[in-house]
């Protein structure tokens, strides 16, 4: 008896498709849970904290979280999760295409272009996004940035 290992697998498209599909869905349950868990690091005062820890090191351990400064750190981070849910979206849009079995379409390659190209812009707002962090922490501090970094957030 011969055995044709190709004839009990399902064919290289329909697991493409089937494939695309559960990706899609990643993709949808990834786009809320940046949304989500960004909101609550704004609104929980020890994620944001966490934050500050990250963006400011130490110095961000000694500030007391005012309702001021989650506003100025959610202008700080708007722009860097506005860039991964862009890109996030474009990925969801090119597994649908791939779900809808279109796989080498003008606009399933204009939407890897787009995630291309948005990866590598988050590239170059990852310095600006720090920059403006510690910008921001230093801002009317009297005795410089070297003396209590960014106490200009506590209020």
Same mark, same amino acid.
């Given at each position: ?13 329909? %697991? &493409?498709?089937?494939?695309?599909? $559960?990706?899609?869905? /990643?993709?949808? !349950?990834?786009? #809320?849970?940046? @949304?989500?868990? =960004? ?30 400064? %989650? &506003?100025?750190?959610?202008?700080? $981070?708007?722009?860097? /999760?506005?860039? !991964?849910?862009? #890109?996030?979206? @474009?990925?969801? =849009? ?44 230093? !801002? ?16």
């Amino acid at each position: 008896m011969t055995y044709l290992p190709m004839l009990d697998r399902p064919a290289p498209m329909d %697991r &493409l498709k089937r494939m695309a599909r $559960i990706m899609s869905m /990643v993709t949808i !349950i990834g786009i #809320g849970a940046v @949304a989500i868990l =960004t909101i609550l690091g704004l609104v929980i005062p020890d994620w944001t904290r966490n934050l500050l820890l990250a963006k400011l090191g130490l110095a961000g351990a000694e500030l007391p979280i005012a309702a001021s400064a %989650r &506003l100025i750190i959610a202008i700080i $981070i708007a722009v860097p /999760v506005g860039v !991964i849910l862009y #890109g996030l979206f @474009a990925v969801r =849009t090119l597994f649908a295409e791939f779900a809808l079995g279109h796989v080498f379409t003008a606009r399933s390659a204009r939407c890897l272009q787009i995630f291309c190209r948005n990866r590598a812009g988050a590239g170059t707002t990852r310095p600006a996004h720090h920059a403006g962090a510690h910008q921001r922490a230093d !801002i009317r501090e009297p005795a410089g940035p070297a003396h209590g970094r960014g106490r200009v957030l506590a209020q």
